[in-house]
């Protein structure tokens, strides 16, 4: 069952909970490095992408965060996701890049409007983080999900989950390939319980990263 915090409740005891919750989550699993050949020249840690933004870029980008002023995490990080999926077009990495796999920063994503599946939520976390949610609340995942384009197979997907203030359970943002989905149960159906996102490989922000394996958050 999940944990639901009453808004005033919540508000009352934000401080005391945050921080509870922040060394709860961080040490739920072994922390590790996630080392993975994101740009085709070699394997680089992860969240030196989510790092990568210049200080001119960042500056861009937190003009962009700033129009996401709603006061709860919750109703902020559906904004978000609504924003860049109407922000980005999604194109491959073979078509943009001439690679089989590119990670661009959150900047690039953002100048360019096209992108894969991990380009749209870099740019959601990334976002998200300027605006002035928590880094222990968001998380890029990347795993095993249900093909969008044939349902009895699967695909490598890279996404963010998102542990909401009120029900203190992680949920899925998707900007692609279940957009849709995603939008639909925010804040109703919990990542562990919807059955299109399948096997976890790992986790990251860009503080921490985790090797959660199978286990669905």
């Not at 939008?183 to 860009?206: A, C, D, E, G, V």
Request: one cysteine or more.
């Amino acid at each position: 069952m999940r944990t639901i915090f009453p808004k005033t409740f919540y508000n009352l005891f934000r401080p005391i909970l945050d921080n509870y919750l922040k060394v709860k989550w961080n040490a739920k699993w072994t922390r590790s490095y996630v080392f993975y050949n994101a740009r085709g020249m070699g394997t680089i840690d992860i969240r030196d992408i989510l790092n990568g933004d210049t200080d001119e870029e960042v500056v861009e980008l937190k003009a962009i965060a700033a129009t996401f002023t709603k006061r709860y995490y919750d109703d902020r990080m559906k904004d978000i996701l609504k924003w860049v999926n109407g922000w980005i077009k999604y194109k491959g990495d073979s078509e943009v890049q001439k690679k089989p796999e590119y990670w661009q920063n959150a900047y690039d994503t953002y100048s360019r409007r096209t992108g894969d599946c991990e380009d749209g939520a870099i740019l959601i976390y990334k976002l998200a983080i300027l605006s002035g949610v928590p880094e222990w609340r968001i998380k890029l995942c990347a795993g095993w999900v249900q093909n969008p384009r044939n349902e009895s197979k699967r695909v490598g997907h890279a996404y963010i989950i998102y542990l909401s203030e009120q029900y203190n359970d992680w949920f899925v943002l998707d900007w692609c390939y279940w957009y849709g989905i995603s939008l639909m149960l925010y804040l109703k159906i919990p990542h562990r319980l919807m059955y299109k996102y399948q096997y976890i490989w790992w986790t990251t922000n860009h503080v921490y990263s985790w090797s959660q394996h199978d286990t669905l958050l």
